[in-house]
Each structure stands twice: as structure tokens, then as C-alpha cells.
């Protein structure tokens, strides 16, 4: 098995790879988000929506937005790990992609910053079963 790791700094972040990862069976096993949580902090989510361009036809289907990856957290913690065993038919994964962080799937972005009650970083961990580069 492959790890693929993905860590996310801003709202709406360029991703680049080293290699593209052809479709397959990628399985999520691990999220943390870091937040900056204080004393007094009312950030008022405890999901992020997370759009990943390369999981789409139907992977993920809610009733309040298909195609985005809910990620939960504790918002009174600065540190949230959750694990997971879900399993997507990826398509190919480009070098370059753009990934898209919202509180909500249909309405506006994360804050990403140091700020009371930002998020910090998001890290979604997949495993995969074969590197094309091998």
C-alpha cells in the first residue's frame, strides 16, 4: 500500500505533487485539523466541507452537497485526529489540482490564519494500492 498525504493551508489552495496518481481505489484513513482555539472562541462550525477534484461522479452524495468530503472536528480543541476506512474510485490524481475548504458546503469559505478560532491546517491521509511510478 501507497500513503498519499495532503495538507491543507488556505481556503482555495493550489495543490502540487511530485507525480500524478492514476485512478484507483484510494481509501481515507486519517484527518486532523488544527485549529487556534482560546478561551472565549465561538467559531461556529464543527465540519468542513472539503472539495477534492479527482473524487467526483457521485463518491460522496449528502443532501446538502455532493462531492464534498465532510470533515469533523472538535472546535473547542486545537487539535482534532479522525479515523476513518472510506473508500473512493478515484479518478486520476493530477500534479496540480486546486482544493476548495468551506463551513458549509453551498455557502463561504474557511478561514485559514493564527487568529482566535481559525482553522491552522487540514491533513487527510489515503492509501492507495499501487504508485504508477514504481
Do not use: C
Not at 500524478?20 to 462550525?45: A, R
Amino acid at each position: 500500500m501507497v500513503l498519499f498525504h495532503l495538507k491543507i493551508t488556505q481556503a482555495h489552495e493550489r495543490i502540487r505533487l511530485p507525480h500524478d496518481i492514476q485512478n484507483q481505489t484510494m481509501t481515507l484513513k486519517k484527518s486532523i485539523v488544527y485549529t487556534n482555539h482560546q478561551t472565549g472562541g465561538t467559531y461556529p462550525h464543527s465540519v468542513l466541507y472539503v472539495s477534492l477534484p479527482w473524487i467526483s461522479h457521485f463518491e460522496v452524495t449528502s443532501n446538502t452537497h455532493t462531492n464534498y468530503l465532510p470533515i469533523s472536528f472538535n472546535r473547542e480543541s486545537n487539535h482534532t485526529e479522525s479515523e476513518y476506512d472510506i473508500s473512493f474510485h478515484a479518478e486520476r490524481v493530477p500534479i496540480d489540482f486546486i482544493t476548495d475548504v468551506r463551513a458549509e458546503p453551498d455557502g463561504s469559505h474557511v478561514t485559514f490564519g493564527t487568529g482566535n478560532d481559525e482553522i491552522q491546517e487540514v491533513h487527510l491521509y489515503f492509501e492507495y494500492a499501487h504508485n504508477n511510478e514504481l
